[in-house]
């Protein structure tokens, strides 16, 4: 009897060990898409790489995303690549008296000691340039950032609608008429 009781004891002991088991992965499972899609390397961190997607026949695109400096020495994005594309240069978008400007940044972007980047429609962004195939929407592709200090890391971009991921800014944003594909060989 008292092996009988001991047992059971035992049992509902490992029957509420195994649900409080069952119950944090679960948790895990549930918390984990808010970390699915970024990525670290030394003191950065990077946030959801997305795209927009492109209509057919587009040879270029824009490529998002932010980076976070955590630490005590600035760093430097200097170069992007993506398999779907010829080549990706990084760049700058303003406007001053009205007058919509955008440069290619050839030295990168500087990511300041405990500051953060955001490549964003509007502002700083990849440009995409002959794009291999239209970016499609729930798609994903494969790039490589590379940082001065950091070194390289590879991520994945998302390709979002045009709306963009919630709080990007509207398509049209960015005008890319005057970026020429590149010449063929």
Request: overall charge neutral.
């Amino acid at each position: 009897m008292i092996r009988f009781i001991l047992r059971r004891a035992l049992r509902g002991t490992e029957d509420r060990v195994g649900f409080l088991i069952l119950a944090a992965a679960l948790a895990l499972f549930a918390v984990q898409p808010a970390f699915a899609h970024g990525y670290k390397i030394g003191q950065l961190e990077i946030g959801h790489p997305w795209a927009r997607m492109t209509p057919a026949g587009a040879k270029v695109g824009g490529g998002y995303l932010t980076i976070e400096n955590k630490g005590t020495e600035p760093d430097r994005l200097v170069s992007v690549t993506a398999e779907i594309a010829d080549r990706v240069e990084i760049h700058e978008m303003t406007v001053k008296d009205g007058v919509m400007n955008m440069r290619m940044l050839a030295d990168g972007i500087e990511i300041p000691a405990g500051g953060e980047v955001k490549l964003a429609p509007g502002g700083y962004h990849l440009m995409l340039i002959g794009l291999k195939q239209p970016l499609k929407e729930g798609e994903r592709f494969k790039g490589t950032l590379t940082f001065a200090k950091a070194g390289t890391v590879d991520v994945e971009f998302k390709v979002e609608g045009m709306a963009g991921p919630k709080g990007a800014a509207p398509a049209g944003a960015e005008d890319h008429s005057g970026h020429m594909a590149p010449p063929a060989n």
